[in-house]
């Protein structure tokens, strides 16, 4: 049905065709992207064979954290003295 008023609008006002393909082209290189987030190394969908994947990795493995916290012991100024 969608697609459809889109060909009965791109038939009317030829200009439209160009904006629906490149919308068309964002929307699924848009998709594409997510799945291939989706698909990273240590993302499971099968959590009944493997629940806790983490707990697979080896120790050398370098895990990202983040630092909610500063310690503003070390800052030597508060700002700039103008």
């Known amino acids: 049905m969608m ?3 889109a060909v009965e609008h791109a038939k009317k006002h030829p200009g439209l065709v160009p904006q ?6 964002g929307m699924g290189g848009a998709f594409m992207y997510l799945i291939r987030l ?5 993302v499971t969908w099968n959590k ?6 983490w ?5 050398t493995y370098q895990y990202k954290f ?3 916290t500063t310690d503003y012991k070390n800052l030597k100024k508060e700002g700039p003295k103008f």
């Open 3 to 5: 697609f459809r008023t």
């Open 20 to 25: 629906f393909f490149f919308i068309c082209l």
């Open 38 to 42: 989706a698909r990273g190394p240590h």
């Open 48 to 53: 009944t064979s493997n629940p806790e994947p």
């Open 55 to 59: 707990n697979k990795l080896d120790p």
């Open 66 to 68: 983040v630092a909610i």
